[in-house]
């Protein structure tokens, strides 16, 4: 899925995350917000931050 607001495909590839894990991280973040997708978009952008802070 494309992100609408953030570009959360660019910053998990700049950052080195493998696509499984933006898939799955996506995945679980869009069943805690299935009909809010700016509430979608923050917590993936936060998660997908904190998740390459933690592989450095």
Do not use: N
């Not at 607001?5 to 910053?11: A, E, L, Q, S, Y």
């Not at 809010?36 to 923050?42: A, K, R, T, V, Y």
Request: aromatic share 12%; no cysteine; glycine share 4%.
């Amino acid at each position: 899925m494309v992100s609408k607001i953030f570009d959360t495909k660019r910053i998990a590839r700049e950052t080195g995350i493998p696509e499984e894990d933006y898939e799955k991280l996506e995945k679980e973040i869009r069943e805690e917000f299935p009909g809010d997708e700016m509430m979608f978009e923050l917590h993936f952008l936060r998660a997908l931050k904190y998740f390459a802070s933690k592989a450095k």
